[in-house]
């Protein structure tokens, strides 16, 4: 059963690589198409902020490459240098998608609160669960209540990365709404906007169906393991 869990990691980590590929490259051929309306990402995200009555955000650049992200513990919208100084497409898409989860925020969207509320957990249990999910596996005939323990962490960040799809695939929905109602995104650029987000919105529905494949691979290890007793 052990050699099953490496099969499926191997098949998700092959998926992975594959989709994370098709993203840059989806985002290097829209980096390279300009907006007609030529607005930096900087000045997309200040205005989709504006524009939906939130000023206590800050739009800063951060070193990275694809490294955006909304950080809702201060308030700001963080975009990697080609994002925050460009004007194509890739730019108003990433922009307007993190600051979709401004808005998130600032509506208090349910699955964003609840996505919340797991980040402490998720960051205690990423320290120990490999360990102890190890542990359990080479010990399942003597401790078994130790692989059921790395399986209940293992299954609180599977739930954190479900929260996750509804909480992107929103932010997105509300940037490419935004993009469209304002015409900062007008015909094939908003086209082209929906497919970059399309792929970015593919890492994360990978991740959560590669997590919740390896949990199964883990709970009938655990079933197996009780019924030998």
């Known amino acids: 059963m052990s050699g099953s869990i490496m099969l499926v990691s191997l098949l998700f980590l092959g998926i ?3 989709v994370s590929s098709r993203l840059k490259s989806k985002f290097k051929h829209y980096t390279q198409l300009p907006l007609m309306s030529g607005l930096s990402g900087k000045e997309v995200a200040e205005k989709m902020l504006r524009e939906n009555g939130i000023y206590d ?12 992200h909304y950080n809702p ?10 994002v925050y100084h460009g004007s194509s497409i890739a730019s108003a898409a990433v922009a307007a998608h993190e600051c979709g989860h401004a808005v998130q925020h600032a509506t208090a969207y349910n699955w964003l609160t609840m996505r ?19 542990g359990g596996v080479l010990l399942i005939n003597t401790f078994p209540s130790l692989l059921l323990l790395g399986i209940v962490l293992f299954a609180l960040t599977t739930l954190f990365s479900l929260i996750t799809l509804p909480v992107e ?3 997105s929905n509300r940037a490419l ?14 086209t082209g906007a929906k497919d970059a987000l399309k792929w970015a ?9 590669a997590s919740v494949a390896t949990l199964v691979q883990y709970i009938l290890i655990y079933l197996g393991g009780r019924n030998r007793d």
């Open 57 to 68: 955000v800050q739009v800063i650049s951060v070193d990275g490459f694809l490294s955006d």
């Open 169 to 171: 695939f929103d932010a």
């Open 116 to 134: 919340s509320k797991l980040v402490p957990i998720v960051q205690f249990s990423s320290n120990y669960i490999q360990w102890v999910l190890l």
């Open 16 to 18: 992975s690589f594959l």
């Open 73 to 82: 513990t201060d308030k700001t919208v963080n975009l990697s240098p080609e």
């Open 177 to 190: 709404a935004w993009l469209q109602t304002t015409n900062v995104a007008r015909g094939d650029e908003h």
């Open 201 to 209: 919105a593919m890492t994360y529905v990978v991740a959560a169906l």
